[in-house]
T-cell receptor, first 113, second 115 residues
């Protein structure tokens, strides 16, 4: 079983919808939580990061972390066709010297005009 | 703003050949990471370097080696290539000293095809 689980989708929504993307994890040592967006054949692009339970908002994006449930979410408001991409959650362990990212499998999102 | 540069962008090799991938981090970044992403998979961590010293090692085959040079660029050397090595190879960089560890910025990747 992977340390970080993510529904692969695809998730198809109409333009303007609120999108909810989720990851669960099993390693309680994960302390830093990130969301990356990856367009086809491109490198992952850092969208948001957080290290505490609760919500963090940045424009149309809200990242939510629930450490007690080992569950993180990314919400996208007013979704646009340009949001169509694969969204990867990623985590770093506390005190990991190398800061290696452990990724979820990614969720493919399609926003239809 | 300057980004991570990787070269070459595409590489085609035959089985048992060798390949060298290069990564030029964002200026002033002191840490480089290498990730491998197979078709339809998430990136898997291979190896990282901080200030030219290996800082962590993941699922990197013994056939692969890497190093970081004095100018902070890094090279991933791959020998005895196998068909299963065909993947996207990403380099990421970060400024680690006194900074949070989550600000890792990825390059565009090198697509390696082994035939």
């Amino acid at each position: 079983q992977k340390e970080v689980e993510q529904d692969p989708g695809p998730l198809s929504v109409p333009e303007g919808a609120i999108v909810s993307l989720n990851c669960t994890y099993s390693n309680s040592a994960f302390q830093y939580f990130m969301w990356y967006r990856q367009y086809s054949r491109k490198g992952p692009e850092l969208l948001m990061y957080t290290y505490s339970s609760g919500n963090k908002e940045d424009g149309r994006f809200t990242a939510q972390v629930d450490k007690s449930s080992k569950y993180i979410s990314l919400f996208i408001r007013d979704s646009q066709p340009s949001d169509s991409a694969t969204y990867l959650c990623a985590m770093i362990e506390r005190n990991n010297a190398g800061n290696m990212l452990t990724f979820g499998g990614g969720t493919r999102l399609m926003v239809k005009p | 703003a300057a980004g991570v540069i990787q070269s070459p962008r595409h590489l085609i090799k035959e089985k048992r050949e060798t390949a060298t991938l290069k990564c030029y981090p964002i200026p002033r970044h002191d840490t480089v990471y290498w990730y491998q992403q197979g078709p339809g998979q998430d990136p898997q961590f291979l190896i990282s370097f901080y200030e030219k010293m290996q800082s962590d090692k993941g699922s990197i085959p013994d056939r692969f080696s890497a190093q970081q040079f004095s100018d902070y660029h890094s090279e991933l050397n791959m020998s005895s290539l196998e068909l299963g090595d065909s993947a996207l190879y990403f380099c990421a960089s970060s400024l680690t000293s006194g900074r949070p560890p989550y600000e890792q910025y990825f390059g565009p990747g090198t697509r390696l095809t082994v035939t």
